[in-house]
Structures are given as structure tokens and as C-alpha cells.
């Protein structure tokens, strides 16, 4: 039986990716330091701890006895959306956080290496961002580039596509240095059920859901950042796994996109989740509210030519099955 351990698994996509795996058989083991909030984990055993303290992650990996896991999936990491990333009030946090989740995890994995030899074979998986890419690539709304290779010059909008683009760095200097096999995939707004929905980090569909929702009590008004103009791609979870799980059964490391090519405005996102039940708020802009980049979108072009995948659920369909779940979750709170 093949072992994992997913990093963040108390999260949106480590949740998933839990649940992934163990429908392919595998024994599981989850790490986070909350349990996950919406449903009841899937692993086989959870374990509770602060993946920024070296001593706890070199007690996870290291270990001969669990040490032979042969994937790794880290997707922990200190993030959220807009209001959360383009503030610029938690840039320290979000650099400071992830950068040693990662760093501690390289660093164990290279240690175990070092003490275990070819018998350590774990590959692991880091998720990316495509808030990496840089900000004067996607100034025009219609036609961002995003193409990997246009990562460089480098030139991210925020601090946390910063340290995305160290952590890519990170993995494959590691990887060529200690000969650890990873693979790096640059995500792309993925959302679905079980994903954050209130509080101030979700990210756009869900806020969007849940505004649309909560409008018939607020004179049915919805506030949008910014104009509404600005344009993005959505990449529904069950994709996203898919995607993947492909990625980490291939010899290909990357980093690849993994996204959808489905580009909308924001003003397009409301009047979709809107017509699910035939709600038409009336909208107020708000200019001054953080936003990110004028256009995203990803490019499938090498994903598509290296592991024969593309996405499969539509904007609608995926946005449909989200709004009707925060739906639920509001109706449970009341």
C-alpha cells in the first residue's frame, strides 16, 4: 500500500487531495494546524502541529518508521484572498509562514537523503501560484499572458506571488542539489464546496456566491472591488485534483499551470451566480478596494502537450454546485 502525507490537509485542496487518495487506496496521513472545518477528515490518522517549527516536521518526514512515504503533498501555506493577499498588511505573514513551512520541509527531506541514501525515494509536490507571474504581463483584461515561460523577468504584484516564486526556486535547487524528486504546479483560482467562504480570505466565486445570497436582506445591493472589468479564470476542485494526481505520476516537474482557460469578468462571475436563482442585485463598485491584476488566465498549452489534460468542468456547472453548498452553509448557521 502506498503512503502519502498531505501538508495542509485540514485545508480546501489538501481536504480534497486527502479524499483523493484514499479513494486510490493509499494510507494517508494529514498535518495541519486546524482540523478541517467543513466535514470530518478522510486520513487515516491526522496529526495536529505547526509546520513552521522545524522540530515538528523533522519528527513528521525523517523518521525511518513514516519517513518512507512515497508522496508528499504541500499545499500549507499562509494565503487568501484579495482583501487577505493586496492589502499589504499581512505581507510579512504571508512571506515569513510559508517560506519556512517550505524551507523546513526541503530541509528534512534533504537531511533524510543525506542519512538514508537511494532508499529515500518520497517525491513531493509543491503548489504554486499563478500570482507569481508577473504584474505587467496581465495589465490588459483581455489578453493576460501567462504562458510559463513568461515568468521572467520576474515582476509578481504581491508579496505572496513573491514567495511562490522563491519557493519554485527553493524546490528545484533542492531537488538538483540533494537529487529530490519533486513536481511544481502554478494554480489558478480554484474553488468549490468546502472552500472558504466568509471571514475575509475567500476568494472571489465564493464571495461572490455569498453576497449574491445574503443580498435579499441587504436591500439587495452587492458590493464589487473594483470595476468589475477586471478578468480571471476558475478552476473547479475536482479538476484541480485530477490535474494533480496526473502531474505527480509523471516524470514532468515542472512548473506547469493548472488551471482552467474559461476567462471571465468579474461583472460575468456575478450575473452567472446570479442566475442560478434569479437574483439581480443592484451593484456598488468599490474602486478603491484591493483587486491584483487587471486580467488572468491561464495558459494550457504545455499541460496539455505534456500530461493530455485539460479541464472538464465548465465555469457554470462548478459555480452552480459551489453556490448551492454556501447556500447550505448559511441556512445551517441560522
Not at 125 to 142: G, K, R, V
Not at 283 to 300: F, Q
Not at 311 to 319: A, C, N, P
Amino acid at each position: 500500500m502506498k503512503r502519502a502525507l498531505v501538508m495542509g490537509a485540514g485545508g480546501f485542496i489538501g481536504g480534497h487531495m486527502v479524499k483523493r487518495l484514499k479513494a486510490e487506496g493509499y494510507w494517508v496521513t494529514g498535518v495541519d494546524i486546524k482540523m478541517p472545518e467543513f466535514s470530518n477528515t478522510n486520513a487515516d490518522e491526522f496529526v495536529l502541529g505547526d509546520l513552521t517549527d522545524p522540530g515538528f516536521v523533522e519528527g513528521l518526514v525523517s523518521q525511518p518508521s513514516i519517513g518512507n512515504f512515497d508522496e508528499i503533498y504541500q499545499f500549507a501555506a499562509d494565503m487568501g484572498g484579495a482583501g487577505y493577499i493586496f492589502s499589504g498588511e499581512n505581507d510579512a505573514n504571508i512571506m515569513h509562514n510559508s517560506a519556512t513551512i517550505n524551507l523546513n520541509v526541503l530541509n528534512t527531506m534533504a537531511k533524510s537523503k543525506v542519512q538514508f541514501g537511494d532508499s529515500f525515494k518520497t517525491k513531493i509536490f509543491y503548489s504554486s501560484s499563478a500570482c507569481m507571474y508577473p504584474e505587467h504581463n496581465q495589465l490588459d483584461p483581455d489578453n493576460p499572458n501567462l504562458e510559463e515561460s513568461s515568468a521572467y523577468p520576474a515582476n509578481p504584484d504581491s508579496e505572496y506571488g513573491w514567495e511562490k516564486l522563491f519557493s519554485e526556486r527553493l524546490y528545484l535547487a533542492f531537488s538538483r542539489n540533494f537529487d529530490i524528486e519533486v513536481a511544481i504546479a502554478r494554480y489558478h483560482n480554484i474553488y468549490g464546496p468546502e472552500g472558504t467562504w466568509q471571514g475575509g480570505r475567500e476568494k472571489a466565486p465564493a464571495a461572490i456566491c455569498r453576497k449574491i445570497l445574503e443580498s435579499q436582506k441587504n436591500n439587495h445591493v452587492i458590493e464589487i472591488w473594483g470595476d468589475g472589468q477586471q478578468t480571471r479564470s476558475f478552476l473547479f476542485i475536482d479538476d484541480c485534483i485530477e490535474a494533480t494526481r496526473r502531474l505527480m505520476k509523471s516524470n514532468f516537474s515542472g512548473p506547469v499551470n493548472i488551471g482552467s482557460e474559461e476567462m471571465v469578468t468579474i461583472n460575468k462571475l456575478v450575473d452567472l451566480a446570479g442566475s442560478f436563482e434569479n437574483l439581480n442585485p443592484k451593484r456598488k463598485y468599490i474602486r478603491e478596494a484591493p483587486v491584483g491584476v487587471r486580467g488572468r488566465n491561464s495558459d494550457n498549452n504545455l499541460i496539455r502537450t505534456v500530461l493530455k489534460w485539460d479541464y472538464e468542468v465548465s465555469l457554470k456547472d462548478g459555480l452552480r454546485e459551489t453556490y448551492f453548498w454556501i447556500k447550505n452553509q448559511i441556512e445551517a448557521q441560522k
